[in-house]
């Protein structure tokens, strides 16, 4: 079975760590590497708290490679990660964490359940960007007497559960797969996937303009999007009567439908599809 990796946020409670890699561990998971994030080490709350990470895993999982990863800035630690100069820099930290990961072709799961909101945010932001479908983004519950007493492992008759935060990774098999692992700054990632993911949105618009619907369709569907004309409108404008504007924005509908794979698509969404083509499309009419 091949071995995975542990990627967590640490405020305070080393509980939430401890709890999860036992979860993974009895799911048949093969850790190989817990990596914990943190903010300065010397701040009494954390220094306790890696204290606490090491010595059990040193008795419990002395095979885990445990690594503790302290966010700076130009070599200073970072207090807290409140500001917008710490966001930065936590934000950069992960994204190069998971990045480094996947460009070895590691599964990772990523526990967002410590440390400050901030980190939580950002860690979904990189699962959103690097993950693929072997990856997993974690939120932990546990038993309330369990999580009072801060003990690092469950007893018999107390229950904890790993929480599944859903994820639509772009995929292996995407392009932007590839487009964001050859980029090293987030932030410029952040710019290609939104450009390309554009990109994406106009071409599938595009398909469907030239290729699915009929020219009399086209004329009808143009004036609802570009002009935000009613049927009435379109009826008049075209010289045609209301019910053929019906039909023929039912049949674009149920073509629409089909083109993007989804049960139904309704005026609404359809001028959201659609207008972003339309947009650079030259005018039929």
């Known amino acids: 079975m091949k071995s995975s990796k542990l990627i967590a946020t640490l405020g305070s409670k080393p509980q939430l760590i401890t709890l999860a890699v036992d979860c993974l561990k009895q799911s048949g998971e093969n850790l190989d590497e817990i990596i914990v994030v943190h903010t300065r080490r010397d701040r009494t709350e954390t220094q306790l708290a890696l204290s606490h990470l090491t010595n059990d895993f040193s008795k419990t999982d002395p095979l885990i490679l445990l690594r503790f990863l302290e966010l700076s800035n130009n070599g200073i630690a970072l207090q807290d990660v409140t500001s917008p100069e710490e966001v930065d820099v936590a934000f950069r930290a992960l994204y190069a964490e998971v990045r480094a990961i996947k460009m ?24 959103q960007m690097l993950f693929d479908d072997r990856d997993h983004l974690w939120h932990i519950a546990s038993h309330p007497d369990l999580e009072s007493s801060g003990r690092l492992h469950a007893e018999l008759n107390e229950w904890v559960k790993l ?13 932007a797969f590839d487009i964001l692992h050859s980029v090293d700054d987030p932030f410029t990632a952040a710019k290609q996937l939104s450009a390309f993911r554009l990109r994406e949105q106009w071409d599938l618009a595009r398909i469907f303009i030239l290729t699915k619907i009929s020219p009399a369709e ?19 404008k075209l010289s045609l009567s209301q019910r053929t504007v019906e039909q023929h924005l039912r049949s674009a509908y149920r073509k629409a439908a089909d083109h993007w794979n989804v049960e ?3 005026q609404t969404q359809l001028v959201r599809l659609l207008s972003l083509f339309f947009s650079t499309y ?4």
């Open 218 to 236: 086209l004329l009808v569907v143009e004036l609802l999007v570009r002009e935000d004309l009613s049927q009435n409108e379109i009826a008049e």
């Open 163 to 175: 929480i599944p935060i859903p994820v639509i990774p772009w995929g292996r098999l995407s392009p």
């Open 104 to 127: 070895q072709d590691q599964a990772i799961h990523l526990l967002i359940a410590g440390g400050r909101r901030t980190l939580t945010v950002f860690g979904m932001a990189v699962a």
């Open 282 to 285: 030259k005018p039929v009419l």
């Open 264 to 266: 139904n698509v309704n």
